[in-house]
């Protein structure tokens, strides 16, 4: 077993607890012990692992007025002022920030002296710039080199191993990578607003991804503007409209472009509610007996599961994951349309082994024959009944489930074949069928294909 190592390095480290020290505190900030004091028993010289996201937590000692900051991960120890060593401290700001977002350490400001971070000129300057919204993180090299270009850091004291090197620094960082990652052109799309800290009309609004139970984008929303206005959106930001919590809290509506202040609050579009009831989990029929699961993701994509004895038919794993079919489905449902206004008893063809039509299928085309025509009739009879009753012809590159329909008498059998799905797919189901009731059929495919129009 490999020994852990003790160390007795008590270097801009607390002699009691073995904290760290930044060189210009005299005291620890988790147990007040001051500088040069403590018991100096050896330790065990560990780094521990921690995930979770970057959090800034700004204090302020109420006894002596010091103001720092600490940028962390997970959870603060910080009890004590690291100046006079009193407890009685004020925690001014808690705020999670995502990477990369580089908090300067140095000169924090007080609460209510925040400075202007850009002049209008410098957020123009930053608008010429912009990337992809999408695209990867921009570098703090990239970032300082940008800010140094429109005159907002000083070119004599910013180099690569001191920056951000104040709070001020810091916040122009984040701020600057808001700007660079704006959609629209009109900075005064919100004219009618006013930042309360600044009293700037330069904003951005705030766009919101609308999520379903299954964390999926039905839609994106932010507070009414003027033709092209600015509008800042990451995946950070969200509602989960099945979340109470989530949906009723107040979220943000602007960001000031030259303070860096979010305020307002987000107006939620009047017919939001009915919009989340067409676009989200929408089920028709019995899960038991047969049903149809959709989700109207946007204009061209909706996601389907179709249910028999509580089990999705369409459902695949994919790289370990389980998903459902999600693709535009106007090709599938013309094919539907088609086969409920043409249903008729329309046996397979051929005498072949197999309890369902998909087995059938699969017997059937075992057959070989030395003359062409009697070859080649075969299996063009084979495939226009293919054509009335098996739909994946009409995918249109989904991946969809190798279904088949057929009426027989009063019932409806609908089967499937999927050893031949592409590689990396595994269907949860490969090969087997079902009967049930025409009326019950035709009631929840005729339900989906109205719903399916009028999307």
């Not at 002049?119 to 990867?136: G, K, N, W």
């Not at 300082?144 to 907002?152: K, T």
């Not at 993701?297 to 004895?309: K, L, Q, R, V």
């Not at 084979?382 to 190798?402: C, F, K, M, Q, V």
Request: glycine share 6%; aromatic share 12%.
């Amino acid at each position: 077993m490999r020994r852990q190592k003790w160390s007795w390095n008590y270097k801009n480290r607390c002699g009691n607890c073995h904290s760290f020290l930044r060189p210009e505190e005299n005291y620890c900030k988790c147990c007040g012990t001051k500088r040069g004091k403590g018991k100096f028993l050896p330790y065990k010289n560990m780094v521990y692992c921690v995930y979770g996201p970057p959090v800034k937590e700004k204090y302020k000692c109420s006894i002596c007025g010091y103001l720092w900051i600490e940028c962390l991960f997970g959870f603060s120890d910080t009890k004590h002022c690291p100046m006079c060593g009193k407890a009685q401290i004020d925690l001014l700001e808690h705020r999670h920030v995502e990477f990369p977002t580089y908090i300067g350490m140095m000169e924090p400001y007080d609460i209510g002296n925040e400075p202007i971070l850009f002049e209008e000129t410098q957020v123009q300057l930053l608008l010429e710039r912009r990337v992809d919204p999408d695209t990867s993180i921009i570098g703090i090299n990239q970032l300082r080199q940008i800010l140094q270009d429109i005159g907002a850091v000083n070119n004599t004291e910013s180099d690569e191993d001191n920056f951000p090197r104040t709070e001020k620094e810091g916040d122009q960082v984040v701020l600057a990578e808001i700007i660079l990652r704006l959609k629209g052109r009109n900075i005064r799309g919100y004219s009618d607003i006013q930042c309360p800290h600044c009293s700037s009309d330069i904003l951005a609004g705030l766009g919101y991804a609308v999520r379903d139970k299954h964390f999926n984008t039905i839609t994106v929303i932010h507070n009414p503007s003027s033709e092209d206005a600015l509008l800042y959106h990451n995946r950070g930001m969200w509602i989960d409209y099945d979340n109470s919590s989530s949906k009723h809290n107040n979220h943000y509506g602007y960001i000031c472009l030259q303070c860096g202040k979010r305020f307002g609050i987000l107006e939620y579009p009047p017919d939001l509610d009915e919009f989340f009831k067409i676009h989200v989990g929408k089920t028709i029929g019995d899960k038991n007996t047969f049903a149809i699961e959709y989700s109207f993701i946007d204009a061209d994509t909706t996601e389907i599961s179709m249910y028999h004895n509580n089990q999705n038919i369409l459902e695949y794993e994919r790289a370990g994951i389980l998903y459902t079919t999600r693709w535009n489905l106007d090709d599938i449902a013309i094919w539907l349309r088609k086969f409920i206004n043409n249903m008729c008893d329309d046996p397979y063809p051929v005498e072949a082994e197999g309890q369902f039509a998909a087995q059938k299928d699969i017997s059937a085309r075992k057959f070989d024959a030395d003359d062409f025509e009697t070859f080649n009739a075969y299996y063009n009879m084979l495939d226009e009944w293919i054509t009335r009753h098996r739909w994946h012809p009409a995918s249109s590159g989904a991946i969809l489930a190798d279904l088949y329909f057929q009426q027989i008498g009063n019932t409806v059998e609908i089967s499937w074949n999927n050893h031949d799905a592409e590689n990396g797919i595994h269907f949860t189901t490969i090969e087997g069928g079902f009967v049930i009731d025409k009326d019950t059929f035709v009631n929840v495919i005729e339900s989906f294909l109205k719903a399916y129009k009028e999307k």
